[in-house]
């Protein structure tokens, strides 16, 4: 279904421009290129290891959960006090992108309805809800890189895993608990993303701005880093048992990335039928590790959106 279906701003894909037509001046190749380096180091901190590796401790699903929570609540008020800016109104899909009031549904379910007072923004996370608060008043403009890293990865990754992730935490058919990665308004991920590239690259920007948005979005890779490595010192003080899955991560498996799961999820979040096949085959084998990935690791999703986008 194409996505000009049900989308609230403006035209559908008519608009794209073809992907034989990008330049490496488009921002999104820009932005490509620039975070290819941190890409890599986010993917190879310990505590994404050991996801990769299926070592799983619930609360930290939670904890991962109530970090989004925070990360978008500051970044979805900064989007509509700026919803009218130039360099920002093409890219604004409340309908289909706002991820705070189904993150809130999804903490009830595991807090309770006084979850509220259960939780609390993490310093790490506090760090990136400041910055990405500080561009919203300061250069608006730099929310793009922002919006473009966090949705375009839960697109690319969260929609595969949202039903490895039910049955492995053997969550209710009816979506309980994971209503983050259900975009009901979105009917084609593929073609919205398109679209969402192509209104970026079409915004009215000079290179030193372009060469801003690559910095920027370096620094939002730095602070998923941070909340990736503090979740990791929590783990160490939590008693609860540790739910293993036995996935191996890139240097048990013979040289052959094309086995790691991250791996199928890029290449699934490009469209390939096949590699969606090896990520759902995948997931089944590993259902707690590719919970993992369907958590905070929806960050390294949108390392890859990087790439393919």
């Known amino acids: ?123 790490a996370t506090q760090r990136y809800v400041d910055r990405i608060h500080q561009v919203g008043r300061e250069d608006p403009v730099l929310l793009v890189a922002h919006a473009y890293t966090r949705y375009m990865g839960d697109l690319s990754g969260g929609q595969v895993l949202r039903k490895v992730a039910q049955r492995a935490l053997k969550l209710p058919p009816t979506g309980e608990g994971l209503e983050f990665y259900q975009f009901d308004a979105i009917h084609s991920a593929k073609a919205f993303k398109q679209l969402y590239r192509s209104r970026m690259n079409e915004l009215d920007l000079d290179m030193e701005t372009k060469k801003k948005l690559v910095e920027e979005a370096v620094k939002a890779f730095h602070f998923n880093m941070e909340v990736f490595e503090e979740l990791e010192e929590i783990g160490k003080t939590i008693q609860e048992d540790v739910l293993d899955a036995g996935m191996s991560v890139h240097g048990e498996m013979g040289g052959d990335i094309s086995k790691c799961p991250y791996y ?46």
């Open 264 to 309: 199928s999820a890029k290449m699934a979040a490009s469209g390939g039928t096949a590699y969606v096949g090896q990520l759902v085959m995948a997931a089944l084998r590993h259902p707690t590790g590719q919970v993992l990935v369907a958590t905070w690791f929806a960050a390294l999703a949108g390392l890859a959106a990087w790439y393919l986008m």
């Open 1 to 123: 279904m194409e996505t000009g279906s049900g989308v609230s701003n403006g035209s559908g894909p008519g608009h794209e421009k073809a992907e034989n037509h990008l330049s490496a001046e488009d921002l999104s190749e820009m932005l490509a290129a620039g975070t290819k380096e941190v890409h890599e180091k986010a993917e190879n901190t310990q505590f994404v290891k050991d996801f990769l590796r299926g070592r799983i401790r619930k609360e930290l699903f939670k904890l991962g959960a109530v970090a989004l929570y925070h990360t978008y609540t500051a970044m979805e008020e900064e989007i509509e006090r700026n919803k009218d800016h130039p360099h920002f109104a093409p890219l604004y899909f409340p309908a289909e992108l706002h991820r705070h009031d189904a993150l809130a549904r999804d903490l009830e379910y595991f807090y309770g309805p006084e979850w509220k007072s259960q939780v609390t923004c993490s310093e």
